[in-house]
């Protein structure tokens, strides 16, 4: 015979009396502003608190809002030699890649990077990439991270592809991406250290962080590029170049002569910048 007493079904005495003193949250932000209280009143630690929070906005987000974009891929395609294979892989310095056909469009499986390294030392002319190959995840722009969050965890996978409403190949999401819009950035060996202002002057040129918004940009060189196409400088930079830049490389918009200081096979992260025609850096106005 079970014993009732020993799982009570409902809120003992106690736990009514704290909600009816403190009232039950009515909605999200009720529930969150209680949690901000807890952490004011030091009963959770601001890390904990940032953790609630990125929890509460997975349930609230798509995949499209925080996928890596098409044009930002790094894909392998299944006809490369084993040289050039190894060589895109130790470039991009991921563990995982999809493969394509001769279309882009269309992703055939994914290589996951371990799978290669058996053949590493190969010197076969007939070797076959598609005999390494996992199959790819398909997932829409639409579906919600948390639910693939789930689906990540359900199925021991770190990678879908996502399509857009035609079917075509929209962009890339990890389960790396998911969880830092929990925990918040998850630094590795190949992540770029940015700490610093958004916009720093050093000699004559400028150090600005690829994120710096379009808006912020404008104003602090009173300039005049539309945030329509881009929301970043970097992905300004990226729109007008058609690609994703490499280190090193130039690309001039209008009187500003950008460098790329720093760029992974994913995305740019730092931008050298510098006055053109021989204009001076005092045109920037102050940062506040």
Same mark, same amino acid.
């Given at each position: 015979?079970?014993?009732? @007493? /020993?799982?009570? /079904?409902?809120? /003992?005495? *106690?736990?009514?009396? !704290?909600?009816?003193? &403190?009232?039950?949250?009515?909605?999200?932000?009720?529930?969150?502003? &209680?949690?901000?209280?807890?952490?004011?009143?030091?009963?959770?630690?601001?890390?904990?608190?940032?953790? &609630?929070?990125?929890?509460?906005?997975?349930?609230?987000?798509?995949?499209?809002?925080?996928?890596?974009? @098409?044009?930002? &891929?790094?894909?392998?395609?299944?006809?490369?030699?084993?040289? @050039?294979?190894?060589?895109?892989?130790?470039?991009?310095?991921? /563990?995982?890649?999809?493969?394509?056909?001769?279309?882009?469009?269309?992703?055939? !499986?994914?290589?996951?990077?371990?799978?290669?390294?058996?053949?590493?030392?190969? #010197?076969?002319?007939?070797?076959?990439?598609?005999?390494?190959?996992?199959?790819?995840?398909?997932?829409?722009?639409?579906?919600?991270?948390?639910?693939?969050?789930?689906?990540?965890?359900?199925? @021991?996978?770190?990678?879908?592809?996502?399509?857009?409403?035609? !079917?075509?190949?929209?962009?890339?999401?990890?389960?790396?991406?998911? *969880?830092?819009?929990?925990?918040?950035?998850?630094?590795?060996?190949?992540?770029?250290?940015?700490?610093?202002? +958004?916009?720093?002057?050093?000699?004559?040129?400028?150090?600005?962080? +690829?994120?710096?918004?379009?808006?912020?940009?404008?104003?602090?060189?009173?300039?005049?590029?539309?945030?329509? #196409?881009?929301?970043?400088?970097?992905?300004?930079?990226?729109?007008?170049?058609?690609?994703?830049?490499? !280190?090193?490389?130039?690309?001039?918009?209008?009187?500003?002569?950008?460098?790329?200081?720093? +760029?992974?096979?994913?995305?740019?992260?730092?931008?050298?910048?510098?006055?053109?025609?021989?204009?001076?850096? +005092?045109?920037?106005?102050?940062?506040?």
């Amino acid at each position: 015979m079970n014993d009732e @007493r /020993s799982e009570p /079904s409902h809120k /003992s005495w *106690l736990e009514r009396l !704290g909600f009816a003193l &403190m009232g039950e949250p009515k909605d999200r932000d009720a529930l969150m502003d &209680m949690l901000r209280d807890a952490q004011q009143r030091e009963l959770l630690d601001t890390d904990a608190l940032t953790m &609630m929070e990125g929890v509460m906005k997975v349930s609230e987000l798509q995949v499209r809002d925080v996928m890596i974009p @098409r044009a930002q &891929m790094v894909v392998l395609e299944h006809d490369w030699s084993l040289e @050039r294979l190894i060589a895109e892989v130790v470039e991009s310095g991921h /563990s995982r890649l999809p493969v394509i056909d001769d279309n882009r469009d269309n992703v055939i !499986g994914i290589l996951i990077v371990k799978d290669l390294l058996a053949h590493a030392f190969d #010197r076969r002319e007939d070797f076959d990439l598609r005999i390494l190959l996992r199959p790819a995840k398909f997932i829409p722009e639409s579906k919600r991270l948390n639910v693939l969050l789930k689906e990540f965890r359900g199925n @021991r996978l770190h990678m879908a592809i996502v399509v857009d409403e035609y !079917g075509g190949v929209a962009g890339l999401i990890t389960i790396e991406d998911v *969880l830092e819009e929990i925990v918040g950035e998850i630094d590795d060996e190949h992540d770029i250290d940015d700490e610093g202002a +958004a916009i720093r002057p050093q000699g004559e040129a400028f150090i600005v962080k +690829a994120l710096t918004p379009v808006e912020e940009f404008n104003k602090y060189f009173q300039a005049d590029f539309s945030d329509e #196409r881009a929301d970043t400088i970097g992905g300004l930079v990226m729109m007008d170049l058609g690609r994703l830049p490499k !280190g090193e490389e130039i690309i001039d918009l209008g009187r500003f002569h950008f460098r790329v200081l720093r +760029a992974d096979n994913r995305r740019i992260h730092l931008l050298e910048m510098t006055l053109r025609d021989g204009q001076e850096p +005092a045109t920037a106005v102050d940062d506040e």
